[in-house]
């Protein structure tokens, strides 16, 4: 790093430790400097703790009318899980492949893919939990308590992959074939070791909320069993694009 982005960096530190600006605003300029956060050295984890509050029962919600494909959520939560996978990796780069929140671009239109957590009904599917979670066959993907898991990043009753149980894509990949035929997926695998990632909700305080620059995310209530905002991203995208332009996309 030349000595004059050095000074801006450490500038930039200042000011966020100082409450001057937002986290959010400083993940946004240090992608703009193309720099990893995790490599500077700070503490991300406390910084987001201080702005949010960690709440169970909640979704990510995405209002793709404010969406301008930034990827400042992707490169948040890239970051952040990318430092607890591959340390090493992470103090000198982003690999977009461990974000668990995937903006997509379609003609004209963006739409961003993130596991809504659905769940079965059990009256009607004998089980309430998670699609995935009932065809994993190691039990890797599971529930985190409240009161378990890694704060910060696990826990408050969201999901979570168990690294040392999941066997990977290429000797599995259940969970992201039951999801893809409902949803396209918001099952994703890690580029190092391919065992499966899912959006834990950070445990409750999702760090990509707070580092999109427009607000086009929101951590809402969960309804309807998370079925009532999961979404294919074709479909998405498509009905997104109707509401624009009044017609269906030309491909």
Known sequence: MDECKQEKVQELKEELQAGRISRREFVRLMTAFGLSVSALGLATEQAAAAEGEVKAGYTIL??????????SCAVACA??????VDPEG?????????????????????FVNVCQHCELVKWAEG??????ETVCPTGALHTVKKGEGKEGYTGQGYMTVDRDRCLGLDNCGRCLE???EQFGSGISFDP??????????CGGDP?????????ALEFVPILVNGRYYAQNPDDGAELQYRKLYNKARDL
Do not use: W
């Open 62 to 71: 995405i209002n793709p009318n404010k969406c301008t494909g930034c990827l």
């Open 79 to 84: 970051d952040k899980f990318m430092s607890e």
């Open 90 to 110: 992470a103090k000198h780069s982003i690999n977009l492949e461990y974000s668990r929140i995937r903006p997509m671009r379609f003609q004209y239109v963006d």
């Open 127 to 132: 089980s309430d939990q998670h699609p995935c």
């Open 178 to 180: 039951i999801c893809e």
């Open 192 to 201: 190092k070791e391919k065992k499966a990632q899912v959006c834990t909700r």
């Open 207 to 215: 760090a990509c909320v707070k580092a999109c620059p427009e607000g």
